[in-house]
């Protein structure tokens, strides 16, 4: 809403072509669209007997009133034969279910729920257990820098100003705050030298000559530094965690040197999406690579009572095996790197769309706005789906029972009614276009779901 009236408008395009959001929305509609939904594969399969049925009876109403019909036996064959084959061509039965997921993926995605394909749609229904991260997904994403806690003979600016060098190298949302947080304040910040990512629990790596390590309490046990050696800064770090802020720790060649605070504040839809899953049943278990005493203090601001804290993307992945073992049927949802295997292991992997594009090649479904009531719309959707394929099928099979023997003349001897290929044809057309019909309304049946 903006006009340029004077002047040059400089614009740059970081992604354009098939890379841009647009273009991805497009191409994951369309491959939803050409999928084959599970049911439908079964339909397949009954219709491949169902045609060899109705060859059969075609010919058996052919011959049976050609050779007892008298001096009109072989019309009335001929007639009652192409009858047959006309009302029972299984046009209603091949369009049952793909029409319904046509349907239900272009509803999906005016809501910004995007599926990847058919089987997607069918297995959400059946979900249970939903297993959610933290950092993109319960919280905005984009964290801001608290405060940092040095211990004696450092500064809080050296802190900041030495973790802010090392995250330079790190895609993570925390390292993005505070090397914001020390740009903002104009600090210089050194190069790093030999950065590696230990996904989910910090990076290291080495500023002016020396080895930085920066992590949660895991990698300080992995670098052989006990946090217990300072009561003063376990004190303050577990103060700050129950406040809800992730607690990142600095440590110099094996020696701590202090604490920076993050926090994530929560998407202003996350307590409503929460209680709508659960209304629906499901049960929400939080795993995230944050302390214990963090998760826990979202948790409860959250009303997740199941929470996992300081887990790594193996730790994740194992989760959701565990709950599967049990007999759940589980869904993770995530945004980052280190979701990604347990997206992709998850019976129903979902993804933030704005996350990363692992994430989002690694699941079966993607959010586009990341808005987690977009789960729940989900999931109502694909029982509506499956309900419709139900009705679809039913009503497909229902027509042909009921059509088949009336085609092959059953009625004859006692009403004297015998159907023309001419009626068979338009009788053949109505089935098809109330197959479509009730597909199609799936759209206003959603629609009213969400407005009551």
């Known amino acids: 809403a903006t006009m340029n009236t004077s002047g040059s408008l400089v614009i740059r395009s970081e992604k354009v072509g098939a890379q841009t959001m647009l273009a991805q929305i497009v191409q994951m509609v369309a491959q939803a669209q050409r999928s084959r939904a599970p049911m439908q594969r079964l339909a397949d399969v009954v ?3 169902f045609v060899v049925a109705v060859v059969s009876v075609a010919l ?6 050609g050779l007892s019909g008298g001096d009109q036996g072989w019309v009335f064959g001929l007639i009652s034969a192409v009858s047959v084959l006309i009302i029972a061509c299984p046009c209603a039965l091949g369009l049952a279910t793909p029409m319904s997921i046509m349907v239900a993926t272009g509803k999906a995605a005016t809501q910004g729920i995007l599926f990847r394909d058919a089987a997607a749609i ?13 950092t993109g997904t319960l919280t905005e994403g984009r964290p801001a820098f608290e405060r940092a806690v040095a211990l004696q003979g450092n500064s809080e600016d050296e802190i900041l100003r030495l973790a ?6 790190s895609e993570h949302p925390l390292a993005d705050a505070i090397v914001r947080a020390a740009r903002e304040r104009g600090m210089s910040l050194d190069k790093v030298e030999q950065f590696e990512s230990a996904s989910g629990i910090g990076v290291h790596g080495t500023v002016g000559g020396r080895r930085l390590a920066l992590g949660n309490v895991t990698l300080m046990a992995q670098e052989g530094i006990t946090l217990e050696s300072s009561t003063e800064l376990a004190g303050r770090a577990e103060v700050l965690r129950q406040s809800g802020a992730s607690v990142i720790h600095l440590a ?8 920076l605070a993050v926090s994530d504040p929560i998407k202003a839809s996350t307590p409503e999406a929460l209680a709508s899953l659960r209304a629906a049943g499901l049960r929400v278990v939080m795993a995230t690579g944050d302390g214990f005493t963090t998760a ?3 948790g ?22 565990k709950f599967q073992r049990e007999g759940h049927v589980v869904a993770m949802a995530g945004d980052g790197i280190n979701d990604a295997p347990a997206l992709a292991r998850a019976d129903v992997g979902i993804a933030m769309g704005t996350g990363t594009d692992v994430a989002m090649n690694s699941a079966q479904l993607t959010l586009v706005k990341g808005d987690l009531r977009g789960i729940a719309r989900a999931r109502a959707l694909s029982v509506a789906t499956v309900r419709n394929m139900r009705q679809n099928l039913a009503f497909a099979f229902l027509y042909n029972a009921l059509g088949i023997p009336i085609a092959a003349g059953a009625l004859y001897p006692a009403y004297g009614l015998v159907l023309s290929p001419m009626i068979a044809a338009l009788a053949m057309s109505f089935s098809s276009a109330s197959v479509v019909g009730n ?3 799936l759209r206003k049946a959603e629609a009213d779901k969400q407005t009551s």
């Open 47 to 49: 219709a491949g007997y």
């Open 60 to 65: 058996a109403s052919f011959f049976a009133w």
């Open 122 to 134: 069918e297995d959400l229904r059946r979900i249970d257990t939903l297993i959610v991260d933290k």
């Open 164 to 169: 802010a060098s090392l995250d330079q190298g």
């Open 252 to 259: 110099r060649d094996g020696q701590l040197l202090g604490l």
């Open 296 to 298: 826990r203090a979202v």
């Open 300 to 321: 409860q601001r959250l009303g997740i009572d199941e929470v996992y804290g300081e887990v790594k993307p193996a730790d994740k992945l194992a989760l959701v095996e």
């Open 439 to 441: 597909a199609l309304r």
